[in-house]
């Protein structure tokens, strides 16, 4: 089969289209023959090095495609079907597995980051990952849906458990992650403020349901927070940013206020004074990806038409090079995906 591989970490240049054996699956497992597989910011970074990365190695975290055949093993799934990957790798028998707490099993990772991912024509991965897709989406669709929908769900619903009416930051309202959390928000029947670099990306995270917008390179984000709340500030921020707005989320909280983070664009160190912390009583939680319960659920808004994932635009496998170059100028409005 034909996939695109990196042989050493570097910049896209380092992305190798090429012919590779087809994987064969085992008893227990399925293969897919890859028609969709969207980019994450995570692509950027195992391709840039990442600690237990194996090389060669094949990126790829975000996969629809058809079953190509099941294991003999494996009842209910059967050639042909449309499906989408569970963008993730975990044992599945530990007590953290068992108890649906997927995200926290040691052997957690996410797919194309510690084990071999979907750019690439063929994938042979464990029936628990394979979820059936309605025929309203089309591959590329689905494979904007899975990581960023199930991180933003995660984040608003598992981690900070948002509630109805709450008023919801959501930093970076075009990248994937944002796109996805305002909408959630929106669920929530959440007054939604979002940040983005530029009058183009505001439009469209208008469209998806934010009701204010903030450039992030023109306005200072808590001072905006604070005139669009009547000082009040916010419930939840959603950060995936780092460095660069830590310190402005921090301020955009009301008392009480939550800020939940599953990313560090920027940079990933950031201070912050202590006494701010505890006299007004903020949290700060972390998050990672999600469950596999989370991910049926945040699936069930989006076959529903509730939730909408958004492509920006779709380059052929062979041209991965290109769309990781045109990742890297962060120009997008939702995802980049990649179809071999
Ligand atoms: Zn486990």
Redesign the pocket.
């Given at each position: 089969m034909k996939a695109v591989r990196i042989h050493e970490f570097g910049g896209p240049e380092v992305l190798r289209f090429e012919d590779i054996p087809d994987p064969r699956p085992r008893k227990d497992e399925v293969l897919v023959r890859v028609r969709a597989c969207a980019m994450n910011h995570l692509d950027l970074w195992v391709r840039k090095g990442l600690p237990g990365v194996k090389l060669p190695h094949i990126l790829g975290s975000d996969i629809a495609g058809e079953i190509v055949e099941a294991g003999e093993y494996i009842t209910g799934l059967r050639p042909g079907q449309r499906v989408l990957l569970a963008p993730m790798h975990?044992?599945?028998?530990?007590a953290?597995?068992a108890a649906g707490l997927?995200n926290r099993?040691?052997?957690f990772t996410v797919l194309g980051n510690l084990v071999d991912g979907g750019n690439c024509e063929l994938i042979a991965v464990p029936a628990v990952n394979v979820i059936s897709i309605p025929d309203s989406l089309d591959f590329p669709q689905a494979a904007s849906v899975p990581l960023v929908f199930l991180t933003a769900w995660h984040m608003l619903v598992g981690r900070a458990g948002i509630r109805q009416g709450q008023t919801v930051l959501v930093l970076g309202g075009g990248s994937g992650v944002g796109i996805a959390a305002i909408q959630i928000a929106k669920l929530f029947h959440a007054r939604v403020i979002t940040t983005a670099g530029d009058e183009r990306k505001l439009e469209k995270a208008h469209a998806l349901g934010a009701d204010y917008g903030i450039n992030h390179y023109k306005q200072k984000i808590s001072q905006e927070v604070r005139n669009i709340t009547n000082k009040e500030g916010v419930d939840i921020v959603v950060e995936h940013v780092g460095a660069a707005t830590w310190d402005e989320s921090m301020k955009s909280l009301k008392p009480g206020g939550t800020v939940v983070t599953c990313g560090a664009t920027t940079g990933s160190n950031a201070a912050f004074d202590l006494r701010f912390v505890f006299s007004r009583q903020l949290s700060f939680l972390g998050s990672y990806m999600g469950t596999m319960g989370e991910l049926y659920e945040v699936l069930g808004h989006v076959f529903a038409g509730r939730l909408k994932p958004v492509v920006d635009r779709v380059f052929p496998l062979k041209e991965a090079r290109a769309a990781h170059e045109y990742m890297e100028k962060s120009q997008m409005f939702g995802k980049i995906v990649l179809t071999p």
């Amino acid at each position: 089969m034909k996939a695109v591989r990196i042989h050493e970490f570097g910049g896209p240049e380092v992305l190798r289209f090429e012919d590779i054996p087809d994987p064969r699956p085992r008893k227990d497992e399925v293969l897919v023959r890859v028609r969709a597989c969207a980019m994450n910011h995570l692509d950027l970074w195992v391709r840039k090095g990442l600690p237990g990365v194996k090389l060669p190695h094949i990126l790829g975290s975000d996969i629809a495609g058809e079953i190509v055949e099941a294991g003999e093993y494996i009842t209910g799934l059967r050639p042909g079907q449309r499906v989408l990957l569970a963008p993730m790798h975990f044992c599945n028998h530990c007590a953290k597995c068992a108890a649906g707490l997927q995200n926290r099993c040691p052997e957690f990772t996410v797919l194309g980051n510690l084990v071999d991912g979907g750019n690439c024509e063929l994938i042979a991965v464990p029936a628990v990952n394979v979820i059936s897709i309605p025929d309203s989406l089309d591959f590329p669709q689905a494979a904007s849906v899975p990581l960023v929908f199930l991180t933003a769900w995660h984040m608003l619903v598992g981690r900070a458990g948002i509630r109805q009416g709450q008023t919801v930051l959501v930093l970076g309202g075009g990248s994937g992650v944002g796109i996805a959390a305002i909408q959630i928000a929106k669920l929530f029947h959440a007054r939604v403020i979002t940040t983005a670099g530029d009058e183009r990306k505001l439009e469209k995270a208008h469209a998806l349901g934010a009701d204010y917008g903030i450039n992030h390179y023109k306005q200072k984000i808590s001072q905006e927070v604070r005139n669009i709340t009547n000082k009040e500030g916010v419930d939840i921020v959603v950060e995936h940013v780092g460095a660069a707005t830590w310190d402005e989320s921090m301020k955009s909280l009301k008392p009480g206020g939550t800020v939940v983070t599953c990313g560090a664009t920027t940079g990933s160190n950031a201070a912050f004074d202590l006494r701010f912390v505890f006299s007004r009583q903020l949290s700060f939680l972390g998050s990672y990806m999600g469950t596999m319960g989370e991910l049926y659920e945040v699936l069930g808004h989006v076959f529903a038409g509730r939730l909408k994932p958004v492509v920006d635009r779709v380059f052929p496998l062979k041209e991965a090079r290109a769309a990781h170059e045109y990742m890297e100028k962060s120009q997008m409005f939702g995802k980049i995906v990649l179809t071999p």
